[in-house]
């Protein structure tokens, strides 16, 4: 029999689906595991799981550059390198190039992280579930949907119409939910972005159902899927979606009726007290969701958050990105006096974000998701489902505003119209998540304009630019993929 090899801990040599290149898969590593034996045990299982995780946090994904991607697509960031392998292209809103690093970078590790859940899922079913129970069969397979639909989400962002565009009518992407175990037939077409979605939310709700209510450790409460975690993920689609009567029934699972705000059930969720401890204590109640880094195991270079955000003169960082003068550092209303203008410091006559603080190799966690997220789209959807001025909203608004800048209490009159308070939520995501991959997701979940920045016009909702193509490898390889 043709034995099929599984890549990593788990799965070695998994062909990736369409978005695969040929280094990924040459030469066969020595420690192999076939696929007659990887679902032997549950310590072979678990690996897997580890591994699934491992993929996504490659610094193609959500171990770097989907955010900083998210980042400089917003107004917030100047480029200082103009190097295209670094996001030039991103920044000035041409990745026109299908065969470009950024498309292909993200379109690849995104399909690969959702193969290789495919192929475990598909695994558990055959023998993996009789080998550690049903109970334990289905967390595992939990965190396999979660990370799953973690890398749908992250795909319909970039190369997909928002779903306010159509009511999610327009070509999402090709919805893979079966395994590529070998050379094949890769044809399959783009379904709709109301598909993506429908998919996404069956695995999040799969996830919370079936996910643990918590790990027995901070660290695994925070690098691995909880029930909150599937639950705050939950919150960000449909917010993506505009659907904000289902992100208020998400995020009251989580968020307490009145402040101080804390989730009620599962992990503590909380906002600390001081928010530079975020960026040095990994593990706190606040981060719903990291990727961890270490010495012995850091990003890839260039790729890394703190390379790309940080001077030579601060970490050894390359200077990658300062901060706009013209961005939300000019905002009168961030006062000096909040804390998370500690977090920006001068180096060479530029400001720049000092969040990730760590020097070479560049080992401080990327954020996936921080309660504040939570709240703040609590407040959003609470302001716009109602179109009041409500109590509950400002409450929020004002929970992770005077965390950092206890001097500033926002009140129904500081607010004319609802519009204004949702606006006044929008301003506190780009401060509160500045260099975290928000800003990006937020103007096109609105049908904002991509602002305009110094030599770079804006580019506005209806325009080509807008969304980037599909890869050139997808596009080679499925011959039912039609380009963007």
């Known amino acids: ?12 040599g998994v062909i990736q689906l369409a978005g695969c290149k040929k280094e990924d898969l040459e030469p066969v590593p020595t420690n192999v595991v076939s696929d007659l034996s990887a679902f032997d045990s549950e310590v072979r299982i678990v690996g897997q799981v580890n591994a699934i995780y491992a993929t996504i946090k490659n610094a193609g994904m959500y171990g770097g550059r989907y955010q900083i ?16 392998v670094t996001g030039f292209d991103v920044w000035n809103y041409t990745p026109s190039n299908s065969s470009s690093n950024s498309v292909q970078a993200v379109w690849s590790r995104a399909y690969y992280a959702i193969n290789l859940a495919n192929v475990f ?9 009789s080998v550690v ?10 965190e396999a949907r979660f990370v799953r639909a973690m890398s749908y989400y992250a795909l319909l962002q970039l190369y997909a119409r928002p779903f306010w565009d159509g009511n999610g009518s327009k070509p999402g992407v090709p919805l893979r939910l079966t395994p590529n175990t070998g050379s094949g037939n890769y044809d399959l077409a783009r379904s709709t972005v109301a598909e993506v979605y429908t998919q996404i939310l069956a ?13 027995t450790t901070a660290a695994l409460n925070t690098t691995r899927a909880h029930k909150n975690t599937a639950i705050a993920f939950k ?21 307490s009726a009145a402040a101080p705000f804390t989730a009620p059930s599962g992990v503590a969720h909380a906002l600390q007290a001081n928010v530079a401890t975020l960026y040095s204590n990994y593990t706190t109640t606040e981060s719903i969701l990291s990727m961890p880094f270490s010495d012995v195991e850091a990003p890839g270079t260039q790729n890394q958050l703190g390379y790309y955000y940080g001077s030579a003169a601060m970490n050894g960082g390359n200077g990658e990105y300062s901060l706009l003068s013209t961005g939300i550092i ?52 609470i302001t716009r489902s109602t179109n009041t001025v409500d109590a509950r909203a400002i409450a929020l608004l004002n929970a992770v505003r005077q965390r950092s800048d206890a001097t500033t209490t926002f009140v129904a009159g500081d607010f004319a119209t609802s519009e204004d308070l949702a606006n ?8 509160e998540f500045l260099g975290e991959g928000l800003a990006g997701q937020d103007i096109t979940r609105l049908g904002l304009a991509l602002p305009a920045k110094p030599g770079v016009s804006a580019v506005q909702p209806t325009q080509q630019e807008y969304i980037w193509p599909i890869s050139s490898t997808e596009l080679l390889l499925n011959s039912l993929c039609e380009d963007n």
């Open 121 to 129: 899922l598909a695994g558990m079913d055959t023998k993996g579930a």
């Open 133 to 142: 129970g049903d109970a334990k069969a289905n967390n595992f397979r939990a």
């Open 69 to 84: 991607f998210n980042d400089i697509r917003g107004g917030d960031f100047q480029n200082d390198r103009t190097n295209v």
């Open 1 to 12: 029999m043709k034995k099929k090899l599984l890549y990593a801990a788990i799965a070695i």
């Open 235 to 255: 919150t960000r689609v449909y917010l993506a979606m505009q659907r904000y009567s289902d992100v208020i029934t998400e995020a009251n699972k989580i968020v």
């Open 203 to 215: 695995d999040l709700d799969y996830a919370e159902q079936n996910l643990p209510t918590n790990y």
């Open 330 to 381: 000019s905002n009168t209303g961030w006062k000096d006096t909040d804390a998370r203008r500690a977090l920006i410091v001068t180096s060479g006559g530029k400001q720049y974000l000092n969040k990730y603080p760590k020097a070479a190799p560049f080992t401080d966690w990327a954020p996936v998701i921080r309660y504040p997220e939570v709240l703040l789209s609590l407040a959003e959807a």
């Open 424 to 431: 006044a939520i929008l301003t506190e995501r780009r401060i």
